[in-house]
T-cell receptor
Framework: AQRVTQPEKLLSVFKGAPVELKCNYSYSGSPELFWYVQYSRQRLQLLLRHISRESIKGFTADLNKGETSFHLKKPFAQEEDSAMYYCALSNDYKLSFGAGTTVTVRA | GAGVSQSPSNKVTEKGKDVELRCDPISGHTALYWYRQSLGQGLEFLIYFQGNSAPDKSGLPSDRFSAERTGGSVSTLTIQRTQQEDSAVYLC??????????????FGPGTRLTVT
């Protein structure tokens, strides 16, 4: 069975500090992983996906199959990064989400 | 263009009543999904519709939950005899066809259901 684990429910960092959101997964096949973000009073939206290997809003995430991880990183957090972040794994069409991490970036 | 829309945005109902939640997907999106977001939990997959194929109902938590998609567009999620544990935000998403790959899912604003 597939499972996505986000061990941190809350993460608070200062503006300009690095931020890393952890995500671990269990999946028997070849995973396709995503990070979704939900800003205050906005709808859930895709932030990035591992197959595109791109940086979005300064965030990057690398799939580490050996450690079964897909951690999200940003070297310099901004106040506008405050949001709820969900790691998700795709099994064909279904998305399995982690419990989410609430990030607060303080000035 | 318009994104995924859901109605109502909020619904308060008494325990034991039936409720219907509506989702209008993005025009041209053949895949439609329902998820549930409960307090302190992640998003839980409920049901998936793809074109005229039989829906994947494997995520529905009980037989009190059902969903329809009429004309390949609008979908209705029905919860019968609501219980307090049904209180959650119900999210709808749509995407282009996914049989050959995983396309980005676009989410609606959700319906917040409160069962008193």
């Amino acid at each position: 069975a597939q499972r996505v684990t986000q061990p941190e429910k809350l993460l608070s960092v200062f503006k300009g500090a690095p931020v890393e959101l952890k995500c671990n997964y269990s999946y028997s096949g070849s995973p396709e992983l995503f990070w979704y973000v939900q800003y205050s009073r906005q709808r859930l939206q895709l932030l990035l996906r591992h197959i595109s290997r791109e940086s979005i809003k300064g965030f990057t995430a690398d799939l580490n199959k050996g450690e079964t991880s897909f951690h999200l990183k940003k070297p310099f957090a901004q106040e506008e990064d405050s949001a709820m972040y969900y790691c998700a794994l795709s099994n064909d069409y279904k998305l399995s989400f982690g419990a989410g991490t609430t990030v607060t970036v303080r000035a | 263009g318009a994104g995924v829309s859901q109605s109502p945005s909020n619904k308060v109902t008494e325990k034991g009543k039936d409720v219907e939640l509506r989702c209008d997907p993005i025009s041209g999106h053949t895949a439609l999904y329902w998820y549930r977001q409960s307090l302190g939990q992640g998003l839980e997959f409920l049901i998936y519709f793809q074109g005229n194929s039989a829906p994947d109902k494997s995520g529905l938590p009980s037989d009190r939950f059902s969903a329809e998609r009429t004309g390949g567009s609008v979908s209705t999620l029905t919860i019968q005899r609501t219980q307090q544990e049904d209180s959650a935000v119900y999210l709808c998403a749509s995407s282009l066809q996914t049989r050959t790959g995983t396309y980005e899912q676009y989410f609606g604003p959700g319906t917040r259901l409160t069962v008193t």
